[in-house]
Each structure stands twice: as structure tokens, then as C-alpha cells.
């Protein structure tokens, strides 16, 4: 399959919960990005993974914990989250990081809703 | 502090004419601007861009304007197509600083038959 693929497509969770969200892409891209987009609001960087290491960390809670094992796959750890928290989160991924045009390939996101 | 602003949350056009959707940025740094268009239940996909050592370009139906001065960009479409229904986002890139875009809030854009 070609693309960014994320899953789950929707995911509900209490505050308690621990889930994880997984974006994989098989473009052959070096770079890969969390988003956020929370109503009425632009979109978010969350992190920025660059061949593997993390480049970017936007102020993000810690309640949130990227992991890139590989240059094909993304995750998002998340835990002890908050009703603020919902949001639809997008996977991205780009040629690489060093050039700023390259434009980004997304993925059709996770739908989050903390109860 | 919104760096990159879409000020018109909406826009109705009817099919066959222009579309001008509206972007302005703050960022003097920016140096590489582009447009996406998001389908519900899709992620946003690429649509075009511009260099800032450019003022137009232009794919198909779709026109991109960069008034460095006034820091706005304008995308334009035409004709307009129902199937252009959908939100565009803006967005804008720093020299130097890698590639990390930096987003608008999108115009939720209506082509009525």
C-alpha cells in the first residue's frame, strides 16, 4: 500500500486509558511529523522525526510520547489524557527534513475523543 | 500569536466562476508557501505552492499570487467545480528552518450548482 496509512481511524478513550496511535508510510521518506487540529484552530506540530531522531518537540505534554522505531512507522503514546485533548491528530511524512520544500504527504488521521 | 491567517472561516461561489481564497502571514522569514485541500474524513492533500523569489504560478485551474510586500498570498480558482467543495489550508515554511510548516485555520470553500 502506498501512502500514509494511520490507525485507528476513531478512537475513544477515558482519562485513564493508555493507547497508542501507529501512522506507516511507504513512500520511502525520511521525515515524519504529529499534528494536531483541534476545532477552529490551524493545525499544530506536535513532533518532528528526521531520519529517526526526534528534531521537534513543540511544547507538547508529556502525556504524549512519540516513538519512531522505524523510518516507516510513527507512533503516539498517549495516557492520562484530558477532554481537551480531543482532536483529530494527522500523521505526515516528507523526502526529508533539511529542505523546506518539500511538501508533506498526509495520512487521513485519528478522530480522538477522551471521555 | 497566528502567524499564518485565513480570515474568511467560509466561501460560497457558484460552478464556472472564480474562487480567490484569501492568506496573509506575519513571518517575514517565510520563504515557501503552499496550499492543501482537505475532504472530510481525508487527510489534507497537496495542491500547489510558490517560492517567494516568485510572484504566480500556476497549475491548471489553479493560480497561486504571492504579494511579498503586503504578505498575503491568494489562491484562485477558476473555473470553479463542485468538486473543488472542500477546506483549503494555507500554509508557510521558514528559511532555515528545516521543513516545518506552519498553518491556517482553512477557508471552507462552496461550489453550488
Known amino acids: 500500500e502506498t501512502g500514509v496509512t494511520q490507525t485507528p481511524r476513531h478512537l475513544v478513550m477515558g482519562m485513564t486509558n493508555k493507547k497508542s496511535l501507529k501512522c506507516e508510510q511507504h513512500l520511502g521518506h525520511n521525515a515524519m511529523y504529529w499534528y494536531k487540529q483541534s476545532a477552529k484552530k490551524p493545525l499544530e506540530l506536535m513532533f518532528v522525526?528526521?531520519?529517526?531522531?526526534?528534531?521537534e518537540n513543540n511544547s507538547v505534554p508529556s502525556r504524549f510520547s512519540p516513538e519512531c522505531p522505524n523510518s516507516s512507522h510513527l507512533f503516539l503514546h498517549l495516557h492520562t489524557l484530558q477532554p481537551e485533548d480531543s482532536a483529530l491528530y494527522l500523521c505526515?511524512?516528507?523526502?526529508?527534513?533539511?529542505?523546506?520544500?518539500?511538501?508533506?504527504?498526509f495520512g487521513s488521521g485519528t478522530r480522538l475523543t477522551v471521555v | 500569536d497566528q502567524q499564518v491567517k485565513q480570515n474568511s472561516p467560509s466561501l460560497s461561489v457558484q460552478e464556472g466562476r472564480i474562487s480567490i481564497l484569501n492568506c496573509d502571514y506575519t513571518n517575514s522569514m517565510f520563504d515557501y508557501f503552499l496550499w492543501y485541500k482537505k475532504y472530510p474524513a481525508e487527510g489534507p492533500t497537496f495542491l500547489i505552492s510558490?517560492?517567494?523569489?516568485?510572484d504566480k504560478n500556476e497549475d491548471g485551474r489553479f493560480t497561486v499570487f504571492l504579494n511579498k510586500s503586503a504578505k498575503h498570498l491568494s489562491l484562485h480558482i477558476v473555473p470553479s467545480q463542485p468538486g473543488d467543495s472542500a477546506v483549503y489550508f494555507c500554509a508557510a515554511s521558514a528559511l532555515g528552518g528545516g521543513n516545518k510548516l506552519t498553518f491556517g485555520t482553512g477557508t471552507q470553500l462552496k461550489v453550488e450548482l
Open positions: 522525526y528526521s531520519l529517526e531522531e526526534r528534531v
Open positions: 505526515a511524512s516528507s523526502r526529508a527534513y533539511d529542505k523546506a520544500n518539500y511538501g508533506y504527504t
Open positions: 510558490i517560492s517567494s523569489i516568485k
